[in-house]
């Protein structure tokens, strides 16, 4: 009940394109959804954030979509760029962290 | 610049060794975390730290200890009881601990590797 499963694994998008990576979590007690953007050899860094009182957010061009019924929420990235390849992580929270497996994204020119 | 700073970057452990990885912060941040970090696995957490003196086991603190005798400083050990201690390691630091939404800064990590 503690998990939070992410999808997909891996994702090659256009520059342009729409990245969309997806997680889902079972613990109803979660209140607090970060997403992390980690480049290689780095530490995760904190993208964006949301609370379950809302159903989106959005920062420039990222957004996060938050379906508290179906206890699924997603990033999508618009206009993605090359800058933006990495891994993305989601993460759920009461007081400890859980975060998810984690999404390499590519994106190509 | 305030932030996280974790050393060495590269470390590498002879069998039956203990090894130590520094992680100091000077962001004034009350908890301190550490977390391991394998391919395809995400991030799991070792230890935390709430306040300075006290420390909490993770989901996967067998082979591993720390200490919380500054604020500023959260050293992680990787004993010889890790079996498979070769993974990239991440402190972590946040205001406050014990409560949600409080957003968590990553150092740069180490990465441990078998000799």
């Known amino acids: 009940q503690q998990q939070v499963k992410q999808s997909p694994q891996s994702l090659i998008v256009q520059k342009g394109g729409i990245s969309i990576i997806n997680c889902a979590y079972e613990?109803?007690?979660?209140?607090?959804f970060p997403w992390y953007q980690q480049f290689p050899g780095k530490g995760p860094a904190l993208l964006i954030a949301?609370?379950?009182?809302?159903s989106e957010k959005k920062e420039g061009r990222f957004t996060i979509s938050f379906n508290k019924s179906a206890k699924q929420f997603s990033l999508h990235i618009m206009d993605s760029q090359p800058g933006d390849s990495a891994t993305y992580f989601c993460a759920a929270s009461t007081d400890k962290l859980i975060f998810g497996t984690g999404t390499r994204l590519q994106v190509f020119p | 610049d305030g932030g996280i700073t974790q050393s060495p970057k590269y470390l590498f452990r002879k069998e039956g060794q203990n090894v130590t990885l520094s992680c100091e912060q000077n962001l004034n941040h009350d908890a301190m975390y550490w977390y391991r970090q394998d391919p395809g696995q995400g991030l799991r957490l070792i230890y935390y730290?709430?306040?300075?003196?006290?420390?909490q086991k993770g989901d996967i603190a067998e082979g591993y200890s720390v200490s919380r005798e500054k604020k500023e400083s959260f050293p992680l050990t990787v004993t010889s009881a890790q079996k498979n201690p070769t993974a990239f390691y991440l402190c972590?630091?946040?205001?406050?601990?014990?409560?949600?939404?409080?957003?968590?800064?990553f150092g740069d990590g180490t990465r441990l590797s078998i000799l």
């Open positions: 949301i609370r379950p009182d809302v």
């Open positions: 972590a630091s946040s205001f406050q601990g014990g409560r949600s939404g409080q957003p968590q800064h």
């Open positions: 730290s709430q306040i300075v003196n006290d420390f």
């Open positions: 613990n109803t007690a979660f209140d607090y």
